[in-house]
């Protein structure tokens, strides 16, 4: 089994993720309504991946229920969030 990630490592990859939602909120509140969306379905899919790394005390409330069952919700809901925000028509902007 491959060695845990270090605990300052794990909570710089949960920061990350905090910090992508905060870009993604400032994208929404300058009325940026796509990159808003994407920013935060792209974050959601790392976010899966932070859920499959790091230790549950460390993603705190993050850690819903099972790795796999969060890791997987993330990513559905993430890619469903991304696909759409990149799918749907600019209107010309």
């Known amino acids: ?10 909570r710089i990859l949960v920061g990350l993720f905090v ?3 905060v870009v993604a909120t400032l994208f929404a509140v300058t009325e940026h309504w796509r990159r808003a969306t994407f920013t935060l379905g792209v ?17 705190g409330l993050l850690a819903v ?9 993330c990513t559905a809901l993430g890619g469903t969030m991304a696909f759409l925000a990149a799918s749907v028509d600019s209107l010309g902007s």
């Open 65 to 73: 229920r099972s790795r796999r069952f969060d890791a997987f919700y």
């Open 43 to 59: 974050s959601m899919i790392y976010l899966a991946v932070v859920r499959l790394t790091c230790d549950s005390r460390i993603v």
């Open 19 to 21: 910090l992508a939602v």
């Open 1 to 10: 089994a491959p060695a845990p990630l270090p605990v300052t490592a794990q």
